[in-house]
């Protein structure tokens, strides 16, 4: 853990962490390849198996993952972002200002920002749309559009090609998939 000397006030614990940080300052890495491609940055939090492993080098600052896999591939500038949960915002790119809690939370977002998804498998699907709120399991799973808010299970669930919507309620708007300003 930690094998690079010119890093400031981190903290690493386990196997791998955050083995080839060169630059980064004030991050804490605990668990086995936390942060373990994270060579600059600053005020960075990974706990769990492989959160935030591979950053591919990138200044991300002030993120938080907790849960293994957690903002896995989150690259340059995504903060401040956190992701709680198994592999919650995993495929995270440069999405900035997400906020993910729930097992596979905003799983796939790769370049959305300022998007909470909140509940298991909330926001799932939705890679590249921004200003989404899902509330609840499986809520906003399919989205493609922004503006979004769902709370509920399964409210706004089939949504696609449509942006802002709100839905209140246990699968509330399931069923539109295109309609825009409800």
Request: net charge neutral.
């Amino acid at each position: 853990a930690l094998s690079k000397a010119n890093s400031n006030h981190n903290t690493a614990i386990g196997a791998y962490a955050m083995e080839v940080s060169t630059a980064a300052r004030e991050c804490t890495s605990i668990g086995g390849f936390t942060l373990r491609q994270h060579l600059t940055g600053e005020g960075n939090t990974a706990i769990g198996c492989g959160a935030m492993e591979k950053t591919g080098g990138s200044a991300n600052t002030y993120c938080t993952a907790v849960g293994q896999g957690a903002l896995t591939y989150v690259q340059a500038e995504a903060g401040p972002t956190t992701a709680v949960g198994h592999e919650a915002l995993y495929n995270l790119t440069t999405g900035k200002a997400n906020v993910a809690l729930g097992r596979y939370g905003g799983l796939l977002c790769k370049t959305g920002s300022n998007n909470t998804s909140l509940g298991h498998l909330a926001g799932r699907f939705n890679e590249t749309a921004s200003g989404n709120t899902a509330v609840g399991a499986i809520t906003l799973t399919n989205a493609e559009e922004g503006e979004n808010t769902a709370i509920g299970s399964e409210a706004l669930h089939g949504l696609k090609k449509a942006k802002q919507n709100t839905a209140l309620g246990c699968e509330a708007g399931r069923a539109n998939a295109t309609g825009s300003g409800n």
